[in-house]
C-alpha cells in the first residue's frame, strides 16, 4: 500500500458517512473512496508503474481520476484547460502516457477509441502506445507530473513524488487545524497544483468537504477571463468556509464586495498565492472582514513553503515556513530553500538538477523579518536598474497599480531610464485617461520615490492569444518588452530627471 492509499483507507475509517466530494446532487462519501477508487483503477488494466494524462475540466470526475491514479502507483499528469492545442500536444509528447483521461464529450474527435470510465460519470479513456524511450524519466517514486506553460510558452513538467506531496499536505493540514472548516470550494483550474495539494490532499487528511464545480460555472472565460460577478455569486451559494484564490480573483472579490456591500459570512479562511498581492489590496480586504492570508511556494517544492496564519499573521508578508521547511536569504538576496525536496525536470533532459545541493535556489528575492517572517520582492531576473543605479523588481509596482480598480493589468520597465514607465490595461474599455492618471497617482503615492511611475501608456489587454500572457495568467515578460520596449523607451527618456507622483500619460495601441 502506498502513500496515498493509506491516507484515504485511514481518511475513510474515520470519516466514513462524511460527505468528501460534491458537484451538485452528486456526492461522494469518505467511507466510498477505498472501494470506489481501487474500482476505477482496475478498470484501466495498465501495466506497472504507468503514466496517467487528465484532460478533464473541474469536477468530481477529474479529482477522482487523480486519486485513483495515486491509488494504483501511477504517475499522473493533469494538462491544464489553458493549454493551446500546440501546448498540448507538446506536454502529452514529452509525458508518453500510457493512458488518457478526457470529456466524454470530447472523444470522437479523439485518434483511437475511447471507452466509458467505469466509476466515472462523464470521462472516458484512451490507451495509447507509450514512446518513453525518447523521453526522460521520472523518478520510479513520482506521483505527479505538474505542468505549466512556463515564461517562454513552452510546456514545463516537473515531476514531484509522493512523499513530499503528502509532506505538504500534512504541513497545510495542520496549519489551519482549529478553524472550524468543514468544507472547501475548489476555485481554482484543478491541473493547478496548489489547488491539487492544498485543495484536495489536505482537506482530504482532516475528513473536510470538497466542493467542486465547472470552470465555467466559476466564471472563468478561458485563460485569463473571469466574470467577477459569477465568481462571487458562486462562492457565496457554496457557504464554503475555506477558498485558494490568486491575486487576480482576490480583486474580483474585493471589488464586487466593496460595489455591491455583500459580505461572505462563512469563510474563515482565504489563501491568496500564485503572484504578489499589493498591501493596498491586503487592507481593502479586512476592511470587508474577509479572512486573507498570504503564502508563497514553488512547483519544484511540492507548492506551499510559507503560509501565514490565524495565530502568526503579518500583513505584507507570505508568513512563516511551514514546518518541513528551512529558508534563508542569500547574500545577494535570494530566497533559499532546504527540507522541502525539490522536483526535476521532465521535459528537458539536459536540465539540471538540483538534488544534491543543501540549499535550493528559488529564483526569488525576499527578506526574513525578526520574528521569522518572509516578504517577498520579486523574480531575480525581472530586477531592473533605473539611471540613478536603483534596483527596482517591476512585480512590486505591478501589484500596487493592480490593486487600484480602474488597473486591470500592468508591466513595468525602468531599465537605465531616468522614469519608470507602465503599460497598462484597464478594467473597463470606457474607463478614462483621467481615472487611469488618478489610478497610477494612488499607487505612486504608496511607493517610493525611486519606484513611481514617471509615465504610462494604455493597451490591449494581454492574452495568451497574443502571446503577453502565459497560461496560467503571469506577464511573459520577453514578449511584452519585444511589444512596448520602444514606446516605453521614447516615453521614458523624455522624462525629468526627478520622477514625480503625478505621472505623464500617452495612450499607445498594443
Same mark, same amino acid.
Given at each position: ?35 470506489? /477508487? ?17 484532460? /478533464? ?29 500546440? #501546448? ?7 509525458? !508518453? ?8 464529450? #470530447? ?18 479513456? /484512451? ?52 478553524? +472550524?472548516?468543514?468544507?472547501?470550494? !475548489? ?74 456591500? #455583500? ?9 491568496? +498565492? ?27 517544492? +511540492? ?125 473597463? !474599455? ?42 496560467? +495568467? ?37
Amino acid at each position: 500500500m502506498n502513500g496515498f492509499s493509506a491516507l484515504l483507507q485511514d481518511a475513510a475509517a474515520r470519516h466514513g458517512d462524511r460527505p468528501a466530494l460534491v458537484e451538485g446532487e452528486r456526492s461522494v462519501r469518505y467511507g466510498e473512496l477505498p472501494e470506489l /477508487l481501487g474500482r476505477i483503477a482496475d478498470s484501466w488494466q495498465l501495466p506497472s508503474t504507468p503514466r496517467i494524462a487528465l484532460l /478533464l475540466d473541474n469536477g468530481v470526475d477529474a479529482v477522482l481520476a487523480d486519486l485513483a491514479g495515486r491509488w494504483s502507483a501511477a504517475t499522473v499528469a493533469s494538462i491544464p484547460p489553458f493549454f493551446t492545442p500546440e #501546448q498540448r500536444s507538446r506536454a502529452l509528447e514529452d509525458l !508518453a502516457p500510457d493512458l488518457i483521461l478526457l470529456p466524454t464529450a #470530447q472523444a470522437a474527435v479523439w485518434p483511437g477509441e475511447a471507452k466509458p470510465c467505469l466509476g466515472l460519470e462523464s470521462t472516458s479513456a /484512451l490507451k495509447t502506445e507509450s514512446h518513453r524511450s525518447r523521453l526522460p524519466q521520472a523518478e520510479s517514486s513520482s506521483a505527479c507530473i505538474s505542468y505549466t506553460s512556463g515564461s517562454t510558452g513552452e510546456p514545463k513538467g516537473v515531476a514531484l513524488d509522493e512523499s513530499l506531496l503528502l509532506q505538504v499536505a500534512g504541513s497545510l493540514a495542520a496549519a489551519v487545524d482549529g478553524l +472550524g472548516i468543514r468544507k472547501h470550494l !475548489a476555485a481554482l483550474p484543478g491541473a493547478t497544483l496548489l489547488e491539487q495539494v492544498a485543495g484536495v490532499y489536505a482537506p482530504l487528511l482532516r475528513g473536510v468537504t470538497i466542493e467542486c464545480c465547472a470552470l465555467k460555472e466559476l466564471g472563468y472565460d478561458g485563460a485569463s477571463g473571469l466574470d467577477p460577478l459569477r465568481f462571487v455569486r458562486r462562492v457565496a451559494r457554496s457557504k464554503a468556509q475555506s477558498v485558494i484564490l490568486v491575486p487576480q480573483l482576490l480583486e474580483a472579490l474585493v471589488g464586487v464586495l466593496e460595489h455591491t456591500g #455583500q459580505r461572505m459570512g462563512s469563510l474563515t479562511f482565504v489563501a491568496v +498565492g500564485g503572484a504578489r498581492v499589493s498591501t493596498s489590496l491586503l487592507r481593502r480586504a479586512e476592511r470587508l472582514g474577509l479572512p486573507v492570508f498570504e503564502g508563497y511556494g514553488m512547483t519544484e517544492c +511540492g507548492s506551499v513553503l510559507a503560509l501565514n496564519r490565524v495565530a502568526a499573521h503579518r500583513r505584507g508578508s507570505v508568513g512563516r515556513p511551514l514546518p518541513h521547511v528551512q529558508l534563508r536569504i542569500a547574500d545577494d538576496g535570494e530566497i533559499l530553500v532546504a527540507g522541502a525536496g525539490h522536483g526535476h525536470a521532465l521535459a528537458s533532459p539536459t536540465a539540471k538538477t538540483q538534488e544534491a545541493l543543501d540549499w535550493w535556489p528559488t529564483g526569488d528575492l525576499g527578506r526574513l523579518d525578526d520574528e521569522g517572517f518572509l516578504y517577498i520582492e520579486g523574480r531575480r531576473r525581472n530586477v531592473f536598474i533605473t539611471a540613478f543605479g536603483r534596483n527596482v523588481s517591476p512585480e512590486w509596482v505591478e501589484s500596487e497599480l493592480c490593486a487600484e480598480p480602474a488597473v486591470s493589468q500592468a508591466y513595468v520597465d525602468g531599465e537605465a531610464l531616468p522614469a519608470n514607465v507602465a503599460v497598462l490595461v484597464p478594467q473597463r !474599455a470606457d474607463c478614462s485617461d483621467v481615472q487611469l492618471d488618478a489610478a497610477v497617482a494612488a499607487a505612486n503615492a504608496r511607493l517610493p520615490s525611486y519606484a513611481r511611475v514617471g509615465a504610462w501608456l494604455r493597451a490591449e489587454p494581454f492574452s495568451t492569444t497574443n502571446g503577453l500572457l502565459t497560461g496560467n +495568467g503571469r506577464p511573459r515578460r520577453d514578449a511584452l518588452r519585444s511589444r512596448f520596449d520602444e514606446a516605453v523607451r521614447a516615453l521614458g527618456l523624455r522624462q525629468t530627471l526627478h520622477p514625480r507622483v503625478s505621472p505623464v500619460q500617452e495612450s499607445v495601441s498594443a
